[in-house]
């Protein structure tokens, strides 16, 4: 039998959600185990600059991702602009436009010039045959993303870089616990970024890290990343406090505990959409490559209007009139903002379509089966006559 056997149309306009469901539903460790965090915190009088919780954190994450060295940071953003400060690079960085602005923010921060390129379409990531032609004399380094939880092909990046002589960076900030045949992101390139904001899989309030299994490069992230000198200070450096608290280090240490289950519940709905939508005309789920994990953070699919009947836009509208918040995520494109598209537009034509077409539903730890069931037919419905005219009105 074929799990993906279209679903039969609901026959009435499906009922709306009373609150609003929306795209980010936080991750939150049982509110006890945080309080006893803290008190310990409180004893211990010890909040900030490298205490026994962030020394912890950096041990366990070492040995989540299976590398050397995993340096905590206050956050991703933080993370990118230390990485690429401490590569000591000078020049172009070659970054997908289909991300998060911080990425391209962060090259910025740390004194270089982005360089847009274009994804596969598939995977929505940067591929070697796509920037091999963008590396030219003044480029310094690749930051590739693995958006979605989906990495960039990881192997053969690394192949291209070290024959051309320009460094590899992951921004892997969705990235925490997929893998890549069979590999956990983590051990790629010269360094990977990971996130642990509140709308993350591992939900440290705010957070991130730094996973390299160069030592040098990670003496020099634990010196930069702080005015206070730990075991290893390498001298000359230039400083940053970024940091993370012992909070943060609590709440993501709690977050690891069920890290697996999140996971585990996050696939669980990732398929329960898949089995509700697969099959309605002009819906295409993201697929991952099968004997992969994804952490199935992000429920993301793409609108085909011509066989819909319906705009990407015209659909949101719909789902938001039921009070689901869904998003169009990453709109409309960083290269098309400013700062980056004063001097001229760089010409992605993929990025744009998928800025056009793609959603991002609600997903994460309060989201019910019966919450995605309900936005599922939901979808079904606007694939309806009924649906359709109800969305244009
Ligand atoms: N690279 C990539 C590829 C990234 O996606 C990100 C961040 C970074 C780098 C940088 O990482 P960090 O420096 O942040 O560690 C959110 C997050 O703020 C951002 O961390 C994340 N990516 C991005 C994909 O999502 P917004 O603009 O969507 O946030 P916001 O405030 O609209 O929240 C999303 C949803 O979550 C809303 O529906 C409300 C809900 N929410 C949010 C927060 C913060 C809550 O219910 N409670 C909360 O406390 O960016």
Redesign the pocket.
Known sequence: SDERTPPSPAPRPPEGFETPL?????NLPAAEAFREAFDGIFDRRFFANHGPLEQRLDRELASLFGVRNAVSVV??????MLVLRALDLDGEVIVPSF??P??VQ?VVWAGLRPVFCDIDPQTQTLTAARVAPKIGPATAAVLG???WGRGCDPLELEALTASRGVKLVF?A??AVGATFRGRRFGGFGNAE?F??????ILNG????CITTDDDDLAARLRTMRSFHDTDERVPGLLRLNAKISEAQAAMTLLGLRSLDSLIEQNRHRYELYRSGIDGTPGIHFLDYAAGETSNHQ?IVLSVSPAELGLSRDELLDLLQAKNV?A?R??FPGVHRTPPFCDEGMAELPITDHLCQTLVQL?S?QAVTDADVKRVCAIIRWAATPEGRMAARA
């Open positions: 929306h795209v980010g539903q936080l956050n991703a953003t933080a993370a990118l991300t998060f911080a990425t962060a993303v693995h958006i921004d900030a969705h970024v996130s642990f904001h509140a709308t993350k309030a705010e957070g991130g992000f918040l998003r995520y990453f609600p994460g």
